[in-house]
DNA sequence: TTGATTACCATAAAATCCCATGCTATACCA
DNA sequence: TGGTATAGCATGGGATTTTATGGTAATCAA
């Protein structure tokens, strides 16, 4: 059933006065093998904007559907947050997707976008941005496993 | 096999002195893939219209049906409701439907319209009424989920 | 016939598409 | 190995299409 697909690396591309950004090519080609859509939204826990097939938000969708479900309060507010919020993103013939202004500002992108991949998902935040969160994961990791660390060239 | 789709984003759209709003591009194309219409009716629980396909309600009644679970006499009166209220809204060629003088008096609604996403569903708002919700939807998901919570700072 | 509802036309603004160009990384050949 | 051809990708700009929305005509019911 579900084909097996992963967000990865690290790409930052330009973003033009009218808010197009090329989608990088390797996350185009899931989209077209998935025959789906990429749908973003402002993440919840971080200036950066949260991308995602739209295949996997369909899932969520699909478990809030039963009758049980239908008039609880608590999945009302989750889902105005979440689906109220993220949009179907489809890009051109060249790959470019156009980010709103909503998003933009959210991520507080002006002229590039850094695409980070995160497996199920990815994020594209602005360079500036990523580099201090990048940063902190990075002392964040070391902190808690500091066996992990071998070589301090990186830093 | 259903096929997946969603109502997605946040659409202000203006409504006129005959009760005409555009539906959103994107509700429409759902509508026209899966040959269906769409059903709105009061919502239950705030002052807003709730919206979703035919399809939906129809499924909805099919469990129903089936449902022999303690809450079933509840949820009964409750489809009760929906189903007594629920009206099908078809658009014309220019994409608008016309919404009645009822759903418009309970959204309090005017000259503008806002709808917004919820997966399988949708609801349309007064800017008013909607600006309030979303403020009290965030903080409402900020206090169950402060982890979720970020400082524009970053930390 | 009159009031109300529905369908159609027109226009401006906005979103989208597509062509052309430059750049980069890889493949290929001497 | 080093230099060059090539394919794919990113990016700038302009043309085209869609969309929202105000207005008018046609249809229906009382």
Tied chains: 1, 2.
Excluded at 74 to 81: A, P, R
Excluded at 88 to 103: A, H, N, P, Q, Y
Aim: glycine fraction near 6%; include cysteine.
């Amino acid at each position: 059933m579900g084909k097996t697909f992963l967000f990865l690396d690290t790409i930052t591309n330009k973003v033009d006065s009218k808010g197009r950004v090329s989608l990088p090519a390797d996350y185009r080609e899931i989209v077209k093998e998935l025959s789906t859509n990429i749908v973003c939204y402002r993440s919840l826990s971080a200036p950066c904007i949260e991308g995602c097939t739209e295949e996997l938000l369909a899932k969520l969708a699909s478990e809030m559907e039963s009758s049980l479900d239908f008039f609880s309060q608590t999945q009302d507010d989750l889902t105005n947050l979440i689906f109220g919020d993220a949009r179907k993103f489809t890009f051109d013939s060249t790959g470019r997707i156009v980010l709103s202004e909503k998003l933009l500002a959210h991520a507080q992108i002006t002229d590039s976008a850094v695409f980070v991949g995160k497996g199920r998902k990815f994020q594209i935040w602005s360079p500036e941005n990523w580099a201090k969160e990048e940063k902190r994961i990075r002392a964040e990791i070391a902190k808690k496993r500091p066996s992990l660390t071998f070589s301090r060239e990186g830093n």
